[in-house]
Nanobody, 125 residues
Framework: QVPLVESGGGLVQPGESLTLSCAYS????????MAWYRQAPGEQREYVAT???????NYKDFVKGRFTISRDNSKNSVYLQMNSLKPEDTAVYYC????????WGQGTQVTVETWGQGTQVTVSS
C-alpha cells in the first residue's frame, strides 16, 4: 500500500490557484512533520513547505505569501493551497516526511502556462 497519495494538480494560467491534497495511510503520520516537495523537469526535487504535527508552517522564500500548507489529522491529509501561481511553479508536487522519508508517491502535476487565444474552427455543410 502506497503510504502517500497526492492529488489536485492541473493546468492553470498564471495568477490562478490550485489546492493540492496529500492523503497518508497510517495514523503514525499524524505525529510527523509533513512536507510538500516539487520537482521541475530536469531539476532536483526541492522542498516547498513543511508543517509540524501541531500545525506550525514553514515556507521556502519563493512561495512565501502565495502558498499555504495545512493539515487535517482527522482526515489523514495535508494540503497545499497555491495562489498567484507562476510559470516557474510548474513541477510535479509530492508530499513526504522530511525526517523519515517514505516511499515517494506518484506526485501530482502542476502546469502553469499562458494559453493562447485559440483559433476558431467552423465546420459547415
Amino acid at each position: 500500500q502506497v503510504p502517500l497519495v497526492e492529488s489536485g494538480g492541473g493546468l492553470v494560467q498564471p495568477g490562478e490557484s490550485l489546492t493540492l491534497s496529500c492523503a497518508y495511510s497510517g495514523d503514525i503520520f499524524r505525529f510527523y512533520t509533513m512536507a510538500w516537495y516539487r520537482q521541475a523537469p530536469g531539476e532536483q526535487r526541492e522542498y516547498v513547505a513543511t508543517i509540524t504535527r501541531s500545525g506550525l508552517p514553514n515556507y521556502k522564500d519563493f512561495v512565501k505569501g502565495r502558498f499555504t500548507i495545512s493539515r487535517d489529522n482527522s482526515k489523514n491529509s495535508v494540503y497545499l493551497q497555491m495562489n498567484s501561481l507562476k510559470p516557474e511553479d510548474t513541477a510535479v508536487y509530492y508530499c513526504n516526511v522530511p525526517n523519515n522519508i517514505q516511499p515517494w508517491g506518484q506526485g501530482t502535476q502542476v502546469t502553469v502556462e499562458t494559453w493562447g487565444q485559440g483559433t476558431q474552427v467552423t465546420v459547415s455543410s
